[in-house]
C-alpha cells in the first residue's frame, strides 16, 4: 500500500487532464489512510493540497495542509518527517493567495529551514520559490532576488526542469517591476 500511495501521488503529478489527476490522488490518499503516517503519507496530502490550490479551492488546500501537519504531528518521530516541508510551502502558497503576506513568509522560512536541514532539493527549490514570491510582493525586492540567487544554485545542481521554473519566476519579477529588457535578456 505504502508503494501505491506514492505511484498514485506521482501518478496525480504527472497527468495532465485534471479529472484525472484528482482521481489519482483520490486513491493515494485512499491508500494513506490504510498505512501508517509516513514521508509517503505526507507527501501525497502536500500534493493534494497544492492541486487544491490550482483548482482554487483555497480553504480545502488550506484544511489538507493543517490535515497533514496534524498527522505528521501524530507520527510519534522525534524529528519532524522531511516532506513536511512541501506541506508548509503549500501553506506558504495558500496564505500567499488570501493576501496574508506575514503567515505566507512564516510558513515560507520553516519550510526552507526544513529542507535545508534534510537536504532535499525538491523540497528545498520549492520552498524557496515561495519565500522569494512572498518577499517581493511585500516589496522586499534585494530579498526576494537574494533569494532566487540561491534557488537558482538548487535548480542549477539539480535539473533543467527546476532551472526554467526558477527562471520564469525571475523574469515575472523583472515584468513586474517595468523593466522589459531584464525580462527579454533573462530569457534569451
Known sequence: RLMRCQAATLLGLSLDDVDA??????QAL????E????????????CWAYMLVELGRLREAHAAGHEAMRLAQSSGTRQPLPTLSHVLAALSFVLYEWNDLDGALRYAREAVDLARRWE???ALHLAYTHLGEALFAIGDVD???AILRQEWQVAHRTSAWF????IAQEVRWYLAQNNLEAALQRLR
Do not use: M, N
Open 143 to 145: 530579498g526576494a532576488f
Open 35 to 46: 498505512i501508517s503516517v509516513s514521508h509517503v503519507t505526507i507527501f501525497a496530502q502536500a
Open 120 to 122: 532535499q532539493a525538491d
Open 30 to 33: 485512499a491508500y494513506a489512510q
Open 21 to 26: 489527476r484528482v482521481q489519482a490522488f483520490d
Open 163 to 166: 532551472e526554467a521554473l526558477t
